[in-house]
């Protein structure tokens, strides 16, 4: 996959929605949108993501998990939103 067949503008997505989110679905391929010329964001079709985040879980889930738990029972640092996700995800 080509990133940058992949990027648009966010001002192009808003007038473009509906068109993109369906390319979206079809392709399972995730768009980064930018803002002022940087790339800012990254979107995906939910089943894609889905996909990825299982693909993540199935290589690093176990060891992953056991490294939040240790470190949180290491010191009171709680895992970041990204980590609490997957964990609620994986758990699913």
Sequence with gaps: MDIAD?????????QNTS?????????????????NGKAEVVIQA???YQALLDRV???????????????ASASSVQPTPA?????VLSSR
């Design 6 to 14: 992949e990027t648009r503008s966010l001002s192009n997505f808003k």
């Design 19 to 35: 068109e993109l989110v369906a390319r979206l679905k079809k392709t399972r391929n995730p768009v980064v949108l930018t803002i």
């Design 46 to 48: 939910i089943e894609a």
């Design 57 to 71: 879980e199935t290589i690093e889930g176990p060891r992953r998990r056991e490294g939040w738990a240790h470190e």
């Design 83 to 87: 980590q609490a996700w997957c964990t």
